[in-house]
């Protein structure tokens, strides 16, 4: 098994690009979740879901979209960059044991 | 609201000698209680959980920690710390069932000196 995969690994946009930061996972976990974490601040949790089909906000949300078509992939958009959403992004699913597991992140910076 | 506090941002501690990271968390129900390690450059991985039961828990790595209720703290412990134990630490409290969020502390910083 892979576990959970993350694309790109490393990525620089100029304010107002949009971009698409890719997750899958391998493990048919229903839960899937997207963090950003920011030194000092721990992770904070953009969005999740509970399944295909199902997303939810979470703490910080805004400035971000997700869909979840299929089990595997929970891919988080970024419409408009900005400067505040420089930071390294994780993605993780969750097992039925409710053990995350987590991607090995995205570093973005937007100029 | 729930919350996790780490009071400790950088501990810096000498190979061989023990170590203690608190935590602190804010719940109102029986919470699901985590640690997890996360190296330079890397995702962060389990050190250990509690959900219920025995109230102390054995993790990887030599680690373990104690659930008090009655302090409400999940403190992380190991009796003698290596260098590869150099990482940052963090606490989080799982928010389920039901919703499956988890609430990260801020995370401690763990030094350690040859």
């Known amino acids: 098994n892979a576990g959970v995969t993350q694309t790109p690994k490393f990525q620089v946009l100029k304010t107002g690009q949009s971009m698409t930061l890719q997750c899958a996972q391998d493990m048919n976990h229903e839960y899937m979740s997207w963090y950003r974490q920011d030194p000092g601040m721990g992770l904070r949790l953009i969005h999740y879901s509970v399944g295909a089909g199902i997303t939810d906000q979470g703490e910080v949300p805004n400035g971000y979209n997700v869909s979840r078509s299929t089990t595997e992939d929970f891919p988080l958009r970024l419409l408009s960059a900005a400067p505040s959403q420089t930071s390294v992004y994780f993605c993780?699913?969750?097992?039925?044991?409710?053990?995350?597991?987590f991607g090995p992140g995205t570093r973005l910076t937007v100029l | 609201a729930q919350s996790v506090t780490q009071p400790d941002i950088h501990i810096t501690v000498s190979e061989g000698a023990s170590l203690e990271l608190r935590c602190n968390y804010s719940y109102g129900a029986t919470p699901y209680l985590f640690w997890y390690v996360q190296s330079p450059g890397q995702g962060l991985q389990l050190l250990l959980k509690y959900f219920s039961g025995d109230t102390l828990v054995q993790g990887i790595k030599g680690f373990e920690a104690e659930f008090k209720r009655s302090q409400s703290s999940f403190n992380l412990r190991k009796p003698s710390v290596h260098w590869s134990d150099a990482a940052e630490y963090f606490c989080?409290?799982?928010?389920?069932?039901?919703?499956?969020?988890?609430?990260f502390g801020t995370g401690t910083r763990l030094k350690v000196l040859a």
């Open positions: 989080a409290v799982g928010a389920f069932p039901g919703t499956y969020k988890y609430i």
């Open positions: 993780a699913s969750t097992d039925q044991y409710n053990e995350q597991f």
